[in-house]
């Protein structure tokens, strides 16, 4: 709510005086484009200690997931992998159960994540990706990311050297 003694100051931000008359805008700090405009896809993976019981694995990844969705977050994607034995220990642990989840939300939601996942003692491993414009479309229309290749024309087999001359004696 706004309260202003002369609503004609020139000396307040234009903004500030359209926000009094119209209500409140929810912009991003940057460039003042709307939220909705603003929001990425990301994929974030974290491994959960796997000597947790079953509820307790999903109630760790519940809890991240609603942490997506208060924060303006749109779930895409929820997959658990399941449990997995490790290459090389982490945090003395030989297994981890594996959770991957896409989501669009505001690019705030990183750092809170990572916050997140700092703090749950439960949570051995994580990583948050952004996921830029080819991936997105290479998604949705299956190619490979990866281009192969460029083939290219075997070079032919050399032929054999001559042989030497004889020696003629």
Same mark, same amino acid.
């Given at each position: 709510m706004? %309260? *202003?003694?002369?609503?004609?100051?020139?000396? *307040?931000?234009l903004s500030f005086r359209e926000e009094c008359e119209q209500g409140p805008i929810i912009t991003s700090q940057s460039k003042g484009i709307p939220m909705a405009?603003?929001?990425? %896809?990301?994929? #974030? #993976?974290?491994?959960i200690n796997a000597s947790l019981d079953d509820p307790q694995i999903d109630a760790v990844a519940e809890k991240v997931k609603d942490l997506i969705v208060k924060n303006g977050g749109e779930m895409m994607e929820f997959v658990k992998w399941g449990r997995k034995r490790f290459a090389y220990p982490i945090k003395k642990?030989?297994?981890g159960f594996y %959770? %991957? @989840?896409?989501?669009? !939300?505001?690019?705030?939601?990183?750092?809170?994540l990572e916050r997140h996942f700092h703090l749950d003692e439960n949570v051995l491993r994580f990583i948050v990706i952004g996921l830029d414009k080819v991936a997105l479309k290479s998604? *949705?229309?299956g190619e490979s990311l990866i281009?192969? !290749? @460029?083939?290219?024309?075997?070079?032919? !087999?050399e032929a054999p050297a001559a042989e030497?001359? !004889?020696?003629?004696?």
């Open positions: 706004c %309260v *202003l003694n002369n609503h004609n100051s020139p000396t *307040l931000p405009a603003k929001s990425k %896809v990301y994929e #974030t #993976t974290f491994i642990r030989n297994n %959770v %991957v @989840m896409e989501f669009r !939300a505001p690019g705030d939601i990183v750092t809170k998604r *949705l229309t281009k192969p !290749a @460029m083939t290219s024309t075997p070079m032919p !087999a030497a001359p !004889a020696k003629s004696e």
